[in-house]
């Protein structure tokens, strides 16, 4: 009579490091959820102050009718001396000749900080072929040292030569702050001091021009603002070369005197391809604007430095952001949680079937099925909304570096086996019912660690995908 032969047990270190992921999966989801109810909480005190100053300030009868100067001080920001992340003094006169924008976070900011970095690392990517600065100032400076500046650089893709972190006494960069941005900050006191929240600060960036004068503020947190911030420091960067532009012009023009070995060049082709490369290649994501932009170019040839302005309005004009409703960019959080989920349902029911109790593990597989059978109803309810409301059916990662090959290897074999899931799953659960159990067994040995490792690895794509420094 033959022997009925044995199980073979998958390792013990690898349940361990499946279990490891798990936990950490679910404690970062959990902590995540804190940080965002806690950032949630603040920007809705912030807008009903704002709200209220507003409606202060319409109440006032003192106000004028006629347009406002611009508030900040003609002679511009206050000299002021702060240490850089790499040791080195810098000082108001060390900016001075070439525009640059100012933000201020704190590393440990468990509100909109994260936001405000990886908005000032898409403007350091987006605008990486225009010569300014980018200047990110600690309200924080009592812990962030310029070590810890430095760590933090690094996680957010920091280029040190066009994006300085400065810290220093925090007396004089509050001063700064208040006086010569004109802007809010104080360090949080009594039950409001949480962790993560220490210091009350502003999310607006500031634009400043090359002689040291505040221009305007811009709300990080708002996609069209930060769209128009684009555009003015382009506009204020262009600025600083007119005459270089008129020169170019004219030395290229055709004489009168008609010249055989010489051919004129095409009207409003002249001088574009150099200040318009950066354009073009960002509008290659939207095939209207790119066709736009060309069919004027064609049709209607005005003069050079019209179309340069009528270019830079068409690619960033703000109006023409689309963004989709809070509900469907919930959704991926809610797929990380089914994921978790179906992982810690599996892990349950493989425990069971080694302990013999064949109706619980039933049980536990059949709700892990119906859990993944969830997410993937979810997961299609996600992608079909985000292209009908964006136009973009996939969210594109960011990462760079080391860091951008490791996410295409986990995504390419998640989406392989993802594939392959439900009918194995399907197959085993089947064979399970009919209690055909040799056949079970053989092709659980292959479905259970591919249905584990697609579950898992759904988790570790959220995160990388976004809550990676960049990712906002």
């Not at 318009?276 to 790119?290: D, E, K, R, Y």
């Not at 302005?309 to 469907?328: D, I, L, N």
């Not at 109803?377 to 990662?397: D, E, I, M, P, V």
């Not at 399970?432 to 898992?456: D, N």
């Amino acid at each position: 009579m033959n022997e009925p032969q044995p199980i073979r047990r998958i390792p013990r270190f690898l349940i361990v490091l499946l279990w490891v992921l798990v936990a950490i999966s679910a404690f970062a989801t959990w902590n995540l959820k804190k940080q965002r109810d806690l950032a949630v909480e603040q920007i809705k005190s912030e807008e009903a102050a704002s709200k209220q100053a507003k409606k202060d300030e319409k109440e006032d009868h003192t106000v004028e009718l006629t347009p406002k100067e611009p508030i900040w001080p003609e002679e511009g920001i206050e000299d002021f001396s702060l240490t850089e992340r790499s040791g080195s003094t810098v000082t108001k006169k060390d900016l001075l000749g070439k525009p640059w924008v100012a933000c201020f976070v704190f590393t440990r900011c468990a509100g909109p900080c994260p936001r405000v970095s990886g908005q000032f690392y898409q403007l350091q990517k987006d605008l990486k072929d225009l010569d300014f600065k980018l200047v990110t100032i600690t309200v924080d400076p009592k812990n962030d040292t310029p070590e810890v500046l430095t760590r933090y650089a690094e996680s957010v893709g920091a280029d040190p030569e066009k994006w300085l972190f400065l810290t220093g006494d925090q007396k004089e960069i509050f001063h700064l702050i208040e006086k010569s941005f004109l802007m809010p900050v104080q360090e949080n006191t009594g039950p409001a001091r949480k962790p993560g929240f220490e210091v009350i600060h502003t999310t607006n960036v500031m634009l400043v021009n090359k002689d040291g004068r505040v221009l305007g503020k811009y709300n990080a947190v708002n996609d069209e603002e930060l769209a128009a911030l684009r555009k003015a420091v382009r506009k204020e960067v262009e600025k600083d070369k007119p005459e270089a532009k008129k020169t170019e012009t004219k030395e290229e023009k055709p004489d009168d005197t008609p010249k055989p070995a010489v051919t004129p060049p095409k009207a409003g082709m002249v001088s574009l391809s150099p200040l318009l490369f950066p354009i073009v290649s960002n509008m290659l994501t939207s095939a209207t604007l790119t066709s736009a932009l060309f069919a004027q170019t064609e049709t209607e040839p005005p003069a050079v430095d019209e179309e340069i302005v009528v270019a830079e309005e068409t690619v960033k004009e703000p109006s023409e952001v689309k963004t989709a409703p809070a509900w469907v960019m919930q959704l991926p959080a809610l797929n990380a949680v089914l994921n978790s989920l179906a992982t810690i349902l599996l892990m349950v029911g493989y425990w069971f079937i080694r302990r013999g109790e064949k109706e619980k593990h039933k049980k536990t597989m059949l709700t892990a099925f119906g859990t993944s059978i969830l997410f993937l109803g979810f997961y299609l309810l996600y992608h079909f909304a985000l292209q009908s409301y964006t136009g973009n059916a996939s969210r594109k990662f960011e990462g760079e570096g080391l860091i951008r090959p490791i996410y295409y290897f986990i995504l390419i074999t998640h989406v392989v086996l993802a594939a392959a899931v439900p009918i194995l799953a399907w197959v085993t659960i089947r064979r399970g019912l009919k209690k055909q159990w040799e056949a079970h067994r053989r092709i659980a040995k292959i479905t259970f660690p591919i249905w584990l490792y697609v579950s898992i690895t759904g988790v570790v794509i959220y995160f990388m995908l976004y809550h990676l420094p960049g990712a906002a």
